[in-house]
Structure formats: structure tokens, C-alpha cells
């Protein structure tokens, strides 16, 4: 526990340093780019595919029926695959509610309304869609069940590590997000997926 506790405030504090840097002096530039010259070619397009393997209600929807299956199946969790569906399921929820926290506490303006109405920056509490961009919800979904699997699956981690940054980009090709809610996304999906195998199976990291 002592080391995915170090590794957590390390990790935690490049995440801080990097995101204020992102913050000030990258994410308009990098939006305002994008929307200037791509929002009418193919890139929004295809990032709102690849978007679609992180949608809310869908993973949601998925959760609920895995923990019904792991109720209904096997509730004492005898058997292996059950186990790994809850801690996917548990790493999945809880990564959630902590994103869904985030974006109420932060209110971050969404680039769209940098677009529009010339808007940028910090909105504490705030809990309408147009200032809930930090962290990327998707990119939180993505990392922390992927980052779940891989722990399971190890020698499909590359790419299961993959998917996630692909689809945490896709919301910046977007526009739906900065690059530094999608940084802050990994970060709380990934150590959400760490701290729950460390629970659930009783191993630190290596």
C-alpha cells in the first residue's frame, strides 16, 4: 500500500503542475486551432465514433447489468470471473462518482462557450452541462475500466491502454473537452482502477 500511495502523489502532482500549465497556456490555443480547422472536415466526425465507445449511459447501463449478473450468479463470489466483473464493475462506478464530483466542484467552462460567448476558466459548483468539462467524463470511463482490464489481462495492456487515450484525444478532436480535462480523466480513471485491485485482490502494484 505504501508504494501505490507514493506512486498516487507523485503521479498526483505532476497531474496538478501539468494541468495548470495546459490550463493557462495551452487549452484555448489548442481548441481554438482545432475548431478553426477542422470542424468542418472528417477529424470531428470520426473523433464523435470513437467518442461513442465512451458514452455514459451505455457503460452505465453496462455496470448496472454486471453487478445484477454477479448478484444473480454467483453473490458469494466463488468463482474467478465473477470477482473480476465486480472489481471492473466497482472500479468503473467509483470512478464516476469521483469524475461526477470533479465537475460539480470545478465548473470548468466548456470550450464551447469559449466559442460562443467568449468564456474561460473556473465556475466552483456548478452542475449544468455547459460547466462540467473537467475531467473528461469519457476519458475517466475509459481509462479506469481499460486500465481494470489490462490489470487483468496483462498481455493486452498495450492496447487496451490504447483504446482509452484514443478515445480521451477523440474528445479533444471534438471540441468537447480541453487536452487538460482529458489529462485530469486519466489520471482519477487509472488510480481509481490501482487502488481498487490493491482492495480487492490485496496486492500493491509493482
Excluded at 38 to 47: N, S
Aim: hydrophobic fraction near 55%; include cysteine.
Amino acid at each position: 500500500m505504501d508504494n501505490l500511495l507514493k506512486k498516487t502523489g507523485i503521479a498526483a502532482a505532476i497531474t496538478f503542475i501539468v494541468y495548470l500549465v495546459m490550463f493557462f497556456f495551452v487549452d484555448r490555443s489548442v481548441d481554438l486551432w482545432i475548431q478553426a480547422n477542422w470542424a468542418q472536415t472528417w477529424v470531428p466526425r470520426w473523433g464523435a465514433y470513437i467518442s461513442l465507445l465512451g458514452q455514459g449511459e451505455v457503460i452505465k447501463l453496462g455496470l448496472a447489468l454486471g453487478f445484477i449478473l454477479v448478484i444473480a450468479v454467483d453473490s458469494g463470489l466463488q468463482k474467478k470471473w465473477t470477482r473480476n466483473l465486480l472489481y471492473v464493475c466497482v472500479t468503473g462506478a467509483c470512478a464516476i462518482i469521483i469524475g461526477d464530483g470533479l465537475k460539480y466542484l470545478l465548473g470548468r467552462c466548456r470550450p464551447a462557450m469559449l466559442f460562443e460567448e467568449h468564456l474561460y476558466g473556473l465556475h466552483f459548483f456548478a452542475h449544468t452541462w455547459a460547466l462540467n468539462s473537467t475531467p473528461s467524463g469519457h476519458t475517466i470511463r475509459a481509462f479506469s475500466l481499460l486500465t481494470a482490464v489490462s490489470l487483468l489481462y496483462r498481455r493486452g495492456t498495450a492496447v487496451f491502454l490504447s483504446l482509452a487515450a484514443l478515445i480521451g484525444v477523440s474528445r479533444v478532436l471534438v471540441t468537447a473537452h480541453y487536452p487538460s480535462d482529458v489529462l485530469l480523466g486519466a489520471f482519477v480513471g487509472i488510480f481509481t482502477a490501482l487502488w481498487t485491485y490493491h482492495y480487492f485482490f490485496d496486492k500493491d502494484i509493482a
